[in-house]
Structure formats: C-alpha cells, structure tokens
C-alpha cells in the first residue's frame, strides 16, 4: 500500500495547477489571446500533447475554454495564470467563513460517491494521537476502481489556490449535514491518499 499525499504547498506544482479548478468553473479569461479575453467556463485541455499526457496518467496542466453557452470553443492550453475565478454572489457573501474538517470529510465523502459510484471509499478525518495525525488532515482509502490521479481530481479543489499565488484559499464548498447547512472554506491542509 502506497500512500499518496496532497498538501496545500503541492497545488502550487504544475501538476496540479489545472486541478485547482474543477471542469464547469467560470473564469475571466486574461491571457495573449486578446480578441477572446472575457467570461468563459474551463475545461482541462484536450489538445493532442495534453490528452496523451492524460492517457499516461499525468494530471492535466493546462485548459480549454469553452463558451458559457457550454457549446462555442475558446482558447486551448491555456495556463493556469491567464485565467481568474469568477465569485459568485453566494461566494462572495460567504468571504472568511470556514467550515470544519468533520464537515469537509463529510463533503468529501458525497464527491467522490457521485464521482465514482459502487466504488466504497473511507473517509476519515486526523487527529492528534500515536499515528501523529494533525487535526486538519483527511485520510481517504479504498480498494480497487479509480486510480490515485482520478480521486486527486476530485480531492484537489478542496486544497485548491484562486487568484494569484499572494491569494491562496480553498474552493468554498456548502453541505447540509444534520439538518444544517455549513457554507465556506474548508480547513484541510493535507488529504492521504491510499489505494490498496
């Protein structure tokens, strides 16, 4: 058994700087392409080099921009610098509002159900014991089905970076659990990832 970790200092490596924003996210696109500067949705890049790259199982590292209609293509391979995430309402109102771990373990849990279903997946939250878990980290095991890189897809987002590098947060996420619904950032600073 291998164990994978993501922390919040590897978002800021290329092989994960297209994962920090999840396909369908609306960006304002700022890169050389001036005639199409404006709002787009993103995509991770399906040009030629970047699927290969895929298919051998690296994260895709660039985007493709496709129309907020979700029909008319933009740009492709696209950096991660050219693009910013575009707030919404709820977001905005929702600024320097955290969300427990237990909470983000739990939304967590209800990703990767939807992401990969019939694939049984344990999710746990650290805390501080002989282990030397933190409290503000998430283990994620299962056993066969996706690979590590298919689950960092959807783990990633949480530890995710908008904006510039000076302004790092995670993607605010909303759940309702317990009859309560939690809106903000997630405090997760590392999620373990292990296939066994």
Known sequence: MNDTVITVA???????????????????????????????????????????????GYPATRYQLIGPDGRAPGPRHVRHTSVVPVLSKEERNYAGVHVSTRVTAVHLRRMLRAAFPGVKFSVRCGRRDAKGLAPFEITVTWTEGPTRTAVATVTAPLLATYGTAEERRARRISVTTGGRTHHGEPTVYAIHLRRH
């Not at 700022?30 to 399906?46: I, L």
């Open 10 to 56: 590897d978002i800021t490596a290329p092989a994960y700087r297209a994962l920090r924003l999840p396909p369908g996210t609306v960006v304002d696109y700022r890169g050389s392409v001036t005639g199409a500067h404006g709002t787009w949705t993103v995509q991770p890049c399906a040009c030629k080099r970047c699927l290969a790259g895929v298919l051998l």
